[in-house]
């Protein structure tokens, strides 16, 4: 999966649509204490943005995980 951080911004190419956009945490986690997991795309139609969610049961979740954490240690050192 292609990704970039920039120190404050983490800009994935999402799995589910190809596009690019910031992956964010949506804040509500589930049982195990996982965060669910969004892209947010700007949208190419119109002015508002578009999302893609992944929750702790997604194909894509793992991975997308992974980046999410490294970049949010990297950030928090």
Do not use: D
């Not at 949506?26 to 002015?47: C, D, E, I, Q, Y």
């Not at 997604?58 to 995980?65: N, Q």
């Amino acid at each position: 999966m292609e990704w970039k951080f920039n120190g404050i911004t983490i800009e994935v190419r999402c799995p589910r649509c190809g596009r690019w956009g910031r992956l964010l945490s949506r804040g509500k986690r589930n049982r195990a204490g996982f965060p669910r997991l969004m892209v947010m795309h700007n949208s190419t139609r119109n002015t508002f943005t578009e999302s893609c969610s992944f929750g702790f049961f997604s194909e894509h979740y793992e991975e997308l995980f992974s980046i999410y954490r490294k970049c949010r240690n990297i950030r928090e050192t």
